[in-house]
């Protein structure tokens, strides 16, 4: 079981917090406060992995304690200021919520609180794996939330076909969309955040493999009017990609 502690200061949110905890089987809450003062003390008393905090509180917000701990537990941050976001990941949380969020936005967050902690612990001995739950076990209904101009986008991982970087900002081109996401992202952080199935081919293009339709003359074709290179760089590992998943005569 994770060991939570949920933070708020609002009692009704603080109160949804503790009822999506106790709905998810491989979450216990192991206390809730309504200060991050509070939550100091109970994380000097007792052993906590993950923590949801709502960001914006008085006296200390949620973002500077977090910042403040030496060895902090896995974090969701939770707000409803969706300007948070991206001072949220500065600080490694491993997920944001922005409210008001249902109980399968709650389960998403934490899927990936679960993941991180496994592969926290994934050393110690004979550990059985603990099962995700099972409205979200799959990768690809991950989210991310994107700034693009004076938004927070959210983006579904599985619906992107593929990134073109320009400069300091990315293309997000995405299924069943004309035009694509334009965020202010770097691609290395795009690049880590991207389960699996996605490859960087180029400087300039990570591609979902899933949406790949066929490879011509060094290119790949996403679509009939969508070519994009494959670089000396990453051509390596590409051609391995195609190797391991080529049936040939």
Same mark, same amino acid.
């Given at each position: 079981?994770?060991?939570?502690?949920?933070?708020?200061?609002?009692?009704?949110?603080?109160?949804?917090?503790?009822?999506?905890?106790?709905?998810?089987?491989?979450?216990?809450?192991?206390?809730?406060?309504?200060?991050?003062?509070?939550?100091?003390?109970?994380?000097?008393?007792?052993?906590?992995?993950?923590?949801?905090?709502?960001?914006?509180?008085?006296?200390?917000?949620?973002?500077?304690?977090?910042?403040?701990?030496?060895?902090?537990?896995?974090?969701?941050?939770?707000?409803?200021?969706?300007?948070?976001?991206?001072?949220?990941?500065?600080?490694?949380?491993?997920?944001?919520?922005?409210?008001?969020?249902?109980?399968?936005?709650?389960?998403?967050?934490?899927?990936?609180?679960?993941?991180?902690?496994?592969?926290?612990?994934?050393?110690?001995?004979? !550990?059985?794996? #603990?099962?995700? $739950?099972?409205?979200?076990? &799959?990768?690809? /209904?991950?989210? %991310?939330?994107?700034? +693009?101009?004076?938004?927070?986008?959210?983006?579904?991982?599985?619906?992107?076909?593929?990134?073109?970087?320009?400069?300091?900002?990315?293309?997000?081109?995405?299924?069943?969309?004309?035009?694509?996401?334009?965020?202010?992202?770097?691609?290395?952080?795009?690049?880590?955040?991207?389960?699996?199935?996605?490859?960087?081919?180029?400087?300039?293009?990570?591609?979902?493999?899933?949406?790949?339709?066929?490879?011509?003359?060094?290119?790949?074709?996403?679509?009939? !009017?969508?070519? #994009?290179?494959? $670089?000396?760089?990453?051509? &390596?590992?590409? /051609?391995?990609? %195609?190797?391991?998943? +080529?049936?040939?005569?």
């Amino acid at each position: 079981m994770i060991r939570c502690l949920a933070i708020d200061d609002e009692p009704l949110a603080l109160e949804q917090l503790r009822t999506y905890i106790g709905k998810i089987p491989f979450l216990t809450l192991e206390d809730s406060c309504m200060s991050a003062l509070a939550a100091s003390k109970v994380l000097a008393e007792k052993q906590i992995d993950a923590i949801f905090i709502d960001i914006n509180m008085p006296d200390l917000n949620g973002l500077d304690f977090v910042k403040s701990l030496l060895n902090p537990p896995l974090v969701v941050f939770t707000t409803a200021y969706s300007e948070y976001a991206i001072e949220g990941y500065k600080v490694d949380a491993v997920d944001y919520l922005l409210k008001p969020f249902g109980l399968d936005d709650f389960q998403r967050a934490a899927n990936k609180v679960l993941r991180q902690y496994q592969l926290i612990h994934q050393k110690e001995s004979n !550990a059985q794996p #603990i099962e995700p $739950s099972a409205s979200t076990t &799959d990768e690809d /209904n991950d989210v %991310l939330f994107v700034k +693009s101009e004076y938004r927070m986008v959210r983006i579904d991982i599985s619906k992107i076909r593929y990134v073109e970087a320009m400069s300091e900002y990315l293309r997000i081109f995405l299924e069943g969309e004309s035009k694509p996401v334009i965020a202010l992202l770097s691609m290395k952080k795009l690049e880590e955040r991207l389960p699996k199935h996605f490859m960087r081919v180029h400087r300039s293009y990570i591609v979902n493999l899933q949406q790949i339709q066929q490879i011509e003359r060094g290119r790949i074709v996403m679509d009939k !009017a969508t070519y #994009i290179p494959v $670089s000396d760089g990453y051509k &390596d590992a590409f /051609n391995q990609f %195609l190797s391991e998943n +080529s049936l040939e005569k």
